[in-house]
């Protein structure tokens, strides 16, 4: 009886195990939904039971990637200022132009496309100023309906005498330089539209006070400017150089001259 009475037990102990394992849910995944936010992958999924699984996995950065995008970067852009002097290139006579004193100050807006590497397009959008500073300072720029011509003053007691214009400009510069970008060397053109221009005379009368004479207005410079500009530099030095293809002065209106302009970018 009581080998029977185990037997028994042992019997619905095996037959109970055996039903757990038979009714136990299948917990395999039936579908799932997988979407991106802030970074992160994330899964939905359901199981047979109908109970959501959610998932998160944070994406890993490609740092390699970043250190190129940071490293070669495809466009900067900033401002730059031309400072240098200028002079005349001379078809006709005309008076001498005093380096010292005949400044060509600019502000330009640049950008910088990098197409490599070693190559990149550089356009400049700006303002630049001719002063052309006579080496004869009795000798006055005036004008009238023919054009422009130079007279001695008859104070005979001049301190500076120049003509000046202003130009609104756009500049295209094709650019290569080394991979150590300690040497760069381009050449491009520009363009510009006179914004104004005058004439000024300075001198003392004959108490000693100092006196200034204008020729306000043009002093018949072309309304319109264009040439070639070449950039060169060193470390962290720019230098640049301009030359107009076009005559300073309007055709018939003033001596046959083209300006060049010379000095370095900051």
Same mark, same amino acid.
């Given at each position: 009886?009581?080998?029977?009475?185990?037997?028994?037990?042992?019997?619905?102990?095996?037959?109970?195990?055996?039903?757990?394992?038979?009714?136990?849910?299948?917990?395999?995944?039936?579908?799932?939904?997988?979407?991106?936010?802030?970074?992160?992958?994330?899964?939905?999924?359901?199981?047979?039971?109908?109970?959501?699984?959610?998932?998160?996995?944070?994406?890993?950065?490609?740092?390699?990637?970043?250190?190129?995008?940071?490293?070669?970067?495809k466009s900067d852009g900033g401002?730059?200022?031309?400072? @240098?002097?200028?002079?005349?290139?001379?078809?006709? #006579?005309?008076?001498?132009?005093?380096?010292?004193?005949?400044?060509?100050?600019?502000?330009?807006?640049?950008?910088?496309?990098?197409?490599?590497?070693?190559?990149?397009?550089?356009?400049?959008?700006?303002?630049?100023?001719?002063?052309?500073?006579?080496?004869?300072?009795?000798?006055?720029?005036?004008?009238?309906?023919?054009?422009?011509?130079?007279?001695?003053? #008859?104070?005979?007691?001049?301190?500076?005498?120049?003509?000046?214009?202003?130009?609104?400009?756009?500049?295209?510069? #094709?650019?290569?330089?080394?991979?150590?970008?300690?040497?760069?060397?381009?050449?491009?053109?520009?363009?510009?539209?006179?914004?104004?221009?005058?004439?000024?005379?300075?001198?003392?009368?004959?108490?000693?006070?100092?006196?200034?004479?204008?020729?306000?207005?043009?002093?018949?410079?072309?309304?319109?400017?264009?040439?070639?500009?070449?950039?060169? @530099?060193? @470390?962290?030095?720019?230098?640049?150089?301009?030359?107009?293809?076009?005559?300073?002065?309007?055709?018939?209106?003033?001596?046959?001259?083209?300006?060049?302009?010379?000095?370095?970018?900051?």
């Amino acid at each position: 009886m009581k080998f029977a009475t185990i037997t028994l037990l042992m019997f619905l102990t095996v037959s109970l195990g055996f039903a757990q394992g038979l009714s136990k849910p299948d917990t395999t995944v039936q579908e799932s939904k997988h979407f991106r936010i802030f970074g992160t992958d994330v899964t939905i999924s359901k199981n047979e039971e109908g109970n959501s699984v959610w998932e998160f996995t944070e994406i890993e950065k490609d740092s390699n990637k970043s250190k190129n995008f940071n490293k070669y970067p495809k466009s900067d852009g900033g401002l730059t200022f031309d400072i @240098g002097i200028n002079q005349w290139v001379e078809t006709d #006579p005309a008076p001498a132009v005093k380096p010292w004193g005949s400044w060509n100050p600019a502000i330009n807006a640049f950008h910088s496309y990098y197409a490599s590497k070693n190559f990149f397009l550089k356009t400049t959008l700006g303002v630049s100023w001719y002063n052309f500073k006579f080496e004869d300072r009795n000798l006055q720029a005036l004008r009238n309906a023919d054009g422009v011509y130079f007279e001695e003053h #008859p104070s005979q007691t001049g301190i500076r005498s120049k003509i000046s214009a202003s130009y609104a400009n756009l500049t295209l510069v #094709p650019t290569i330089r080394t991979s150590s970008k300690n040497f760069r060397f381009g050449i491009g053109g520009y363009a510009g539209m006179r914004l104004g221009g005058r004439g000024k005379f300075v001198y003392r009368d004959t108490n000693g006070n100092k006196m200034k004479e204008f020729q306000m207005g043009n002093m018949f410079a072309n309304d319109f400017r264009y040439g070639l500009r070449s950039e060169i @530099g060193i @470390g962290q030095v720019d230098f640049y150089i301009n030359y107009d293809l076009n005559e300073f002065f309007q055709q018939n209106k003033g001596p046959r001259v083209n300006a060049l302009s010379f000095g370095i970018i900051i």
